[in-house]
């Protein structure tokens, strides 16, 4: 049987791992040790990896004394990672803190079902979308944000099982949505229109499925050390885009709110 570390073991294993990081950091610091190069530990998820987070990896290429491991983690999982001292910092959409840790709200990322019209018309059902048989995408089976939207309808339309299909890349996923393979939950970050654009294709709404909104926090370590407040800068001030992002959302639902009248 596989030996696993215990709740209370895990937490007694992130802080050992916390002391000695601290204690190497202090002594290069110091000039006590030998110069040390900080590895920043931190888990992500695939949708800020891919948008606003790579302005951070930007600037960690100036960081000379630090090097970065990414852990390509779903955001509402990354939580574990900082509670078994895995890693150091997360993008997360817990608010609450790990002990030892602190957190800092970053925005929400806003998702919108967006559909091909090609494939829309495909599965056309009355004025919306056959939604029992219209096969989704979905990044991973941790993925919830296309179940999500349709266990919303399940008053209206019953529980329904559509075809999927899972791409475990939020480029390709959004490529995959944008060829007609199936409907998703895109970031408005990578839609044709969007800061981050993914695709330069005029995707369609998927008529009767509301839009999704994730809050997104930052959690690292209380601890001080030179790597950790740099991060922290640099995610604060690149993660800036998603507050734009909701004031575009505000604008463009105003006018779409105007078209309808109209």
């Not at 937490?11 to 920043?40: C, D, F, K, Y």
């Not at 574990?80 to 895995?86: A, F, Y």
Request: aromatic fraction near 4%.
């Amino acid at each position: 049987v596989p030996v696993e570390v215990t709740e209370a073991g895990e937490s007694g294993l992130r802080l050992a791992r916390q002391v000695i990081e601290l204690e190497v950091a202090t002594r290069a610091e110091i000039g006590q040790g030998p110069e040390h190069v900080h590895e920043l530990a931190i888990a992500v998820n695939a949708d800020s990896l891919s948008t606003w987070f790579r302005g951070v990896l930007t600037d960690a290429a100036s960081w000379s004394d630090v090097t970065v491991h990414l852990h390509l983690e779903d955001e509402d999982h990354s939580r574990q990672l900082l509670q078994r001292g895995e890693v150091s910092a997360a993008i997360t959409t817990s608010s609450r803190p790990v002990a030892g840790c602190r957190t800092f709200p970053l925005g929400s990322m806003r998702f919108r079902p967006m559909i091909s019209p090609h494939l829309l018309e495909r599965f056309r059902k009355g004025r919306g979308v056959d939604l029992g048989r219209c096969p989704l995408v979905m990044f991973s089976e941790k993925d919830d944000l296309q179940h999500d939207q349709l266990a919303a309808l399940r008053d209206e339309l019953g529980a329904i099982n559509p075809p999927r299909h899972v791409i475990g890349s939020s480029e390709s996923f959004v490529r995959a949505v944008a060829d007609g393979l199936g409907w998703g939950m895109v970031a408005t970050l990578q839609l044709a229109d969007g800061e981050v654009a993914m695709t330069d294709r005029d995707l369609v709404r998927v008529p009767g499925v509301a839009d999704s909104r994730v809050e997104l926090y930052l959690q690292r370590w209380s601890m001080a050390t030179v790597g950790l407040e740099r991060l922290e800068e640099s995610v604060r001030r690149h993660s800036r885009i998603l507050g734009r992002q909701d004031s575009a959302d505000m604008v463009r639902g105003g006018a779409d709110a105007r078209a309808i009248c109209d």
